[in-house]
Every structure is written in C-alpha cells, then in structure tokens.
C-alpha cells in the first residue's frame, strides 16, 4: 500500500494479510501500531489465525476442505464487503511470498557481506605488495651502497637480474667479486648456489660457490676468471648438493651479459 486512509476497512483488511505473515514491511508496522488498540482487529486476527490452522491441518487435499471455504464466503457475503474484501491468497502463495522475501534480504546481506571481504583482502593485498616493493627497494640500495665499495678504478660492473632478484659481479682484471640482494635463502645442509662464466664460445665454467642467507646483502670476494676478455655473460643457478657440478641442469635464478 502506498497510501492510507483513516477508515476501519483499511485495518480489516490489513488483519487478513497480517494473520498469512504476508505484508509488506511498511503495511506491516502501521497495522501493529493500529492493533493494541483496537478489539475488533484483535479478534479478526485471532478469527483468521483460527481458520489458517485448519486450514494447515486439513487433509491431505492440496485444496481446503469445501465446508471451509463455504464457511468464508458466507461470512464475506453477510458482511456485505464481498466487493472490496482482499482476493484470497493460499497458504502457498503466502509462504512462497515470504520465503522470497526471506531469499532476497539473504542474497543482499550476503552480497554486501562479500563485497566487504574483497574490500578487505583488497587493502590487505595491496599492503602486502606495498611492503614486498619496500623491501626489494631496501635490498636494491643496500646493494648499490657494496657495489660502490667494491668498484676501483679500472673495474667493470656486470648486473645480473631475474625474478628472484639482483645481483652484480665486479671484474678487476682476472680477479671477480660478487654481491647479491633478495635472492632466496639456501638450505646450507642439501643446496648450494653457483656462480658460472659464459664464455664467447659458448663454454660455461664455474667461478665459486655460495650460500645466501637473509637480511644484508651476500658478498663473495677473491673469485677468479681465466680470461676476462674472453667472458661473455654471468649466471647464477642454484644447485642441489654442496658443489658445484660440472654442468648446470639448473635454469638461471640471475643472469646478466658483459
């Protein structure tokens, strides 16, 4: 109803729907304000509310029994309001009515309860990346500040860079050093790291041998090339075992061309 008036008939007809639990909210709370005042409506209910009990425990018919329904349009008829009496609504109809009420203030309470959880794990997310992004930035400039302590003059500076994280090899001459930051720990009791040396003609040599560990960057010092000139690129491989095996098998964790 979007309108009301301030007769009586309003509220008698108000009671058939309030007896089924088949208003709408709106109608529903203005009949509960009307109601404790009023005898007759608390007797139309009660009257209702009667008949829909038998009407639940009838037999097994879907239908309620004739004698019934006769009993209802006699009572209609006398009060001679058979005209603007509400149309009948079945049991069914109303249970129908107000379990899809029920389904759709669940589906809305449940849409707004996942639109808040993704809300969330999109913030939580978002601070996750934010703080992964701070702390390859962190591992970054601890590694540009060894980097410059190991650079002299006459050296050559070699980035090496993958998924896994940053690495440079410092080559003075025949001799190398190496420094990385963010790669991952190593299991120092069944896995090794291994620095490798690609040479022009293909030709790949191990340099050394290393294990990262978390927090600073990883220095190794004191490394050795044959040639230098001769080299064309640096890998880095994780290997299992403790040494370094004649040939990798293993795809480059770091790798960067001279």
């Given at each position: 109803m979007t309108s009301y008036d301030t007769t009586h008939e309003m509220y008698e007809e108000l009671a058939v729907g309030h007896a089924l639990s088949a208003l709408e909210p709106e109608d529903e709370q203005v009949f509960l304000r009307h109601l404790p005042g009023c005898a007759a409506c608390a007797a139309a209910v009660s009257e209702h509310s009667e008949t829909l009990t038998h009407l639940a425990y009838a037999a097994v018919s879907d239908s309620p029994p004739a004698s019934?329904?006769?009993?209802?349009?006699?009572?209609?008829?006398?009060?001679?309001?058979?005209?603007?009496?509400?149309a009948p609504v079945s049991l069914d109809a109303a249970r129908t009515r107000r379990?899809?009420?029920?389904?759709?203030?669940?589906?809305?309470?449940?849409?707004?309860?996942?639109?808040?959880?993704?809300?969330a794990a999109l913030v939580?997310?978002?601070?996750?990346?934010?703080?992964?992004?701070?702390?390859?930035?962190?591992a970054t400039d601890k590694l540009n500040l060894v980097v410059k302590t190991l650079l002299v003059d006459g050296s050559r500076e070699v980035k090496l860079t993958g998924s896994a994280g940053k690495a440079v090899v410092v080559v003075n001459g025949s001799k190398v050093s190496f420094a990385a930051a963010g790669l991952p720990t190593n299991d120092r009791s069944s896995s090794i790291y291994v620095l490798w040396a690609k040479s022009v003609s293909g030709g790949v040599n191990a340099v050394g041998t290393f294990d990262i560990r978390s927090g600073e960057p990883t220095v190794v010092n004191d490394?050795?090339?044959?040639?230098?000139?001769?080299?064309a690129a640096f890998i880095v491989t994780k290997e299992r075992g403790r040494q370094a095996p004649a040939l990798s098998t293993q795809p480059a964790v770091v790798e960067g061309s001279v």
């Open positions: 019934i329904l006769e009993g209802i349009r006699a009572g209609v008829a006398e009060s001679g309001r058979s005209g603007a009496f509400p379990r899809d009420k029920t389904v759709r203030a669940t589906t809305a309470i449940l849409g707004a309860a996942a639109s808040l959880i993704l809300v939580l997310m978002n601070r996750g990346l934010q703080s992964k992004a701070d702390q390859q930035q962190q490394l050795k090339v044959g040639n230098p000139n001769e080299v």
